[in-house]
């Protein structure tokens, strides 16, 4: 409220001394005053929308891109012009260009100097503690209890292209993509109002590169942090690139009951197996159990024996027969 009304004083002020400096033409003074203050009022709005860090490099590249003006213009107007406006005329188009170019320039390199001034992203400490993770993680949500319970520690970054991408799915067409998206939009803030949690909203992209694994690979490896991911995929790109990745699910699998052969469970046989006769049914952690001859005890909790179990990319695989 306390700046609209400093906004409107402000537009009152320079309107009267409309009326008071054009005392001869009182009707031209207030327009005067009324327009170029509004004037004013739009752009300080349109400034108080960009972030204050962008503003910040943006001014710096103008002055940088002013300075390289003068400089070659003064090389360049060594050859002598014809007439003064020739001269001027260089001077326009070197300043106008190069301001053009120093604050576009300071505004891209947000991005690239984060991990040189960590203020620019309004993150501070060692990137070595940091974790960047990916939108799987924050569809998954367990990382919120992860981190409550200590188990995982350090500051989270979450990149702007990753809650981006959540945002583009929580407003797609499809119902499996819009509950993902809006769950892990609802994951995200609920980390972000824990006290308990280190979280911070990177406010940056890389605009060059398609594609958020290939953004996050780049954030990783530019500002040595790690990455969290339930990602396979990005999970052998990052490791490619001797950057160091925590995989949700390997941790879940390592974290999984040792079941031993030769040991007896009691399971209900949920379905038929891809051989012939096999069945299939799950432990509670989610574990796929294949069953020998369980075809024809479909739907009924049978007591078996642990043959063997084998470990694959995508989990834990047991084998088992009926006692």
């Not at 005329?89 to 991005?111: A, D, E, Q, T, W």
Request: aromatic residues 8%; proline residues 2%; without cysteine.
């Amino acid at each position: 409220m306390g700046v609209y009304i400093i906004r409107a004083f402000f537009i009152l002020l320079t309107t009267f001394a409309g009326y008071l400096y054009w005392s001869d033409k009182r009707i031209v003074g207030v327009l005067g005053g009324l327009i170029g203050s509004i004037v004013i009022v739009g752009i300080e709005w349109l400034l108080g929308r960009v972030p204050f860090k962008k503003l910040v490099l943006a001014i710096s590249g103008l002055l940088l891109g002013l300075l390289t003006a003068i400089l070659v213009a003064n090389f360049i107007l060594l050859v002598p012009f014809e007439t003064v406006r020739e001269e001027n005329g260089v001077r326009f188009i070197l300043y106008v260009m190069f301001s053009y170019l120093g604050v576009m320039i300071g505004i891209k390199s947000v991005g690239e100097l984060g991990f040189i001034f960590p203020y620019l992203h309004q993150v501070k400490g060692d990137y070595q503690k940091m974790i960047i993770i990916d939108s799987s993680v924050a569809i998954d949500g367990r990382i919120h209890d992860l981190m409550v319970s200590g188990f995982v520690e350090g500051t989270l970054l979450i990149p702007s292209f990753v809650t981006q991408e959540l945002q583009e799915l929580a407003d797609s067409a499809g119902e499996m993509k819009r509950q993902r998206g809006r769950r892990g939009l609802e994951s995200l803030n609920k980390m972000r109002n824990d006290s308990t949690i280190d979280v911070k909203f990177y406010d940056m992209d890389f605009p060059e590169i398609e594609g958020v694994d290939a953004k996050l690979v780049k954030l990783a490896s530019t500002v040595g942090a790690k990455i969290l991911t339930n990602d396979f995929n990005l999970t052998k790109v990052a490791e490619v690139q001797d950057i160091k990745v925590l995989n949700l699910n390997t941790l879940a699998n390592l974290l999984r009951p040792r079941l031993m052969a030769g040991e007896m469970i009691n399971l209900k046989v949920v379905k038929e197996g891809k051989e012939y006769g096999q069945g299939i049914g799950y432990l509670e952690d989610g574990t796929m159990v294949v069953i020998e001859e369980g075809a024809s005890h479909i739907g009924k909790t049978v007591e078996m024996i642990i043959d063997s179990t084998i470990q694959t990319a995508s989990g834990r695989i047991i084998f088992a027969k009926i006692k």
